[in-house]
């Protein structure tokens, strides 16, 4: 029997054009605004397409979820690294906004890993109905994610154009990029809750056995 080449799926050959989009993107960030906006907003867009080809072609992977988990994270954190740069008045903020979308996506996926779940986007109904809607409903998940990239991408633009239509879609993006930070925080206070859960059933388990 032939062994399927993971590494070769659809999605995940779309995940590697994803990184090298975002790599590209970070190159360009210092210098050249309009061709990194386009290399980073079409990297982030195609997190949508890789999922579509995944589900159409049977290649949903771990692999694949931890590879557009990676990329994500890491392709804001440089972004929000380079404003740092720019508003260094505002640096503890971007600091902050790193560490909590860091830590909160890996402790999530990590305990969503160790439940058994199939994907980290996997509900119970004992999660928080905020957090059920966010993952459960394709577009409220689309606006959520889509309007904090823009909100970042705005502020990054501001820093070269004097746009006043730049500097509202930012007023208009910023409720969104902290409900999604606010978002991301229920995820993780949930994630330490379930990790604390296993670790009881563990000890208790343990017990009985001794």
Not at 34 to 62: E, K, M
Not at 84 to 103: E, G, H, L, R, T
Not at 167 to 192: D, E, R, S
Request: net charge neutral.
């Amino acid at each position: 029997m032939q062994t399927e080449n993971v590494f070769l799926f659809v999605p995940n050959l779309i995940g590697y054009t994803r990184v090298f989009l975002a790599i590209l993107s970070c190159i360009l960030m210092s210098s050249s605004p309009v061709p990194a906006v386009w290399c980073y907003f079409i990297s982030a867009l195609l997190d949508a397409v890789d999922g579509h080809a995944a589900r159409l072609l049977n290649q949903s992977t771990r692999f694949g979820a931890m590879l557009d988990q990676l990329t994500d994270r890491c392709g804001t954190a440089c972004l929000m690294v380079m404003l740092s740069v720019f508003y260094p008045s505002y640096a503890f903020f971007f600091q902050m906004s790193i560490s909590v979308d860091i830590s909160m996506h890996w402790i999530h996926l990590h305990t969503t890993l160790l439940q058994g779940k199939g994907s980290h986007k996997t509900m119970s109904i004992e999660d928080p109905y905020p957090l059920q809607i966010y993952y459960t409903s394709k577009p409220v998940l689309f606006i959520m994610c889509c309007g904090n990239e823009l909100f970042y991408i705005m502020m990054y633009l501001i820093h070269f154009y004097d746009s006043a239509y730049f500097k509202f879609l930012a007023i208009v993006l910023f409720p969104i990029a902290l409900a999604k930070w606010m978002m991301a925080i229920l995820q993780g206070y949930t994630a330490a809750r379930n990790l604390v859960a296993i670790d009881v059933a563990e000890r208790q388990a343990q017990v009985k056995v001794n």
